[in-house]
């Protein structure tokens, strides 16, 4: 055996080390992000199955349509969010921040299936969870420049924070 065939190695072996560790870091993010996909299929298929049983242009069908395009209006900025605050703060309040987004957008879609009046909680509820992730972002964000020029870290302590006020936004 020579010394490149074990520096090599050791390279490999480096490489899938930090890959466990980087997908470690994200594992909860991907998740919540799957589900979502998952979601969004669903409503795509909601559209589609009401656009086949009635014409396209009756008033049930019009609900649908623009419950799913309300959602997908808004899905980027989730997706920016989520990664962000999950990125630069904490995965796991920010994949529970996610979750409970997701409850709220599907409890807005069902709302707007019947009345679009219904819709409004759970709209409500989304905006409300999409403040807390840009939240986490610019805690996050601003932890990051504390440690880059002066040296501090709260990131700790945030955490905490965020780990305990993910759960206050179970509270309507």
């Known amino acids: ?10 390279r490999l072996c480096n490489r899938k080390f930090m890959l466990s560790v980087v997908v470690e870091h ?15 299929a669903f409503f795509a298929t909601k ?3 009401e656009g086949k049983e009635h014409h396209a242009n009756t008033s ?10 309300n959602c997908m209006d ?8 989520l990664w962000c605050a999950g990125l630069c703060l904490n ?7 996610g979750l ?9 879609f069902v709302g707007y299936m019947g009345q679009t009046s219904q819709s409004t909680p759970g709209y409500m509820f989304g905006k409300r969870v999409l403040s807390f992730l840009f939240l986490m972002c610019i805690v996050g964000i601003f932890n990051l420049l504390l440690v880059r ?14 780990t305990a006020a993910s759960v206050l936004l179970l509270i309507p």
Do not use: H, M, W
């Open 91 to 97: 995965q796991a309040p920010a994949a529970f921040a």
């Open 60 to 69: 049930a069908f019009e609900r649908v349509s623009c419950a799913n395009r």
């Open 26 to 40: 994200i594992f909860l993010l991907v998740l919540v992000t799957l589900i979502s996909v998952l979601q969004n």
């Open 74 to 81: 808004s899905y980027p900025t989730f997706l920016a969010v």
């Open 100 to 108: 409970v987004y997701l409850v709220a957008r599907q409890k807005y």
């Open 1 to 10: 055996i020579s010394i490149n065939q074990i520096e090599e190695t050791n």
């Open 47 to 49: 559209v589609e199955r």
């Open 149 to 162: 020029y002066f040296g501090n870290d709260f990131k700790d302590t945030v955490e905490t924070i965020t």
